[in-house]
């Protein structure tokens, strides 16, 4: 059985939007050039960043996750809603 973040020693914070904006623009995300609304970072038990997921107002979110070789994922996606008629 997987052991829960939590019992390896992981913590979650919610960081400062305006410090994590620029650092996911630099690793590559391009859906808003504004800084996300809400932030959640996840640390190992040794304190280091694991895992970022972040939204944006116009829709974007971003999920960051590094691994301990300092590679990384960075994954993005918009959610868009769509009112209104369909022509006949």
């Not at 932030?39 to 996750?65: K, L, N, Q």
């Not at 070789?69 to 769509?82: A, E, F």
């Amino acid at each position: 059985m997987a052991r829960s973040h939590a019992r390896r020693g992981w913590r979650s914070t919610q960081p400062d939007p305006a410090l994590i904006g620029p650092m996911l623009r630099q690793a590559g995300f391009i859906g808003s050039d504004s800084d996300p609304t809400s932030v959640r970072a996840s640390f190992d038990a040794d304190g280091r960043p694991r895992r970022i997921h972040a939204r944006y107002a116009e829709g974007w979110t971003c999920a960051m996750h590094l691994s301990i070789d300092g590679s990384y994922s960075l994954s993005q996606s918009i959610r868009m809603r769509v009112s209104g008629r369909v022509p006949a």
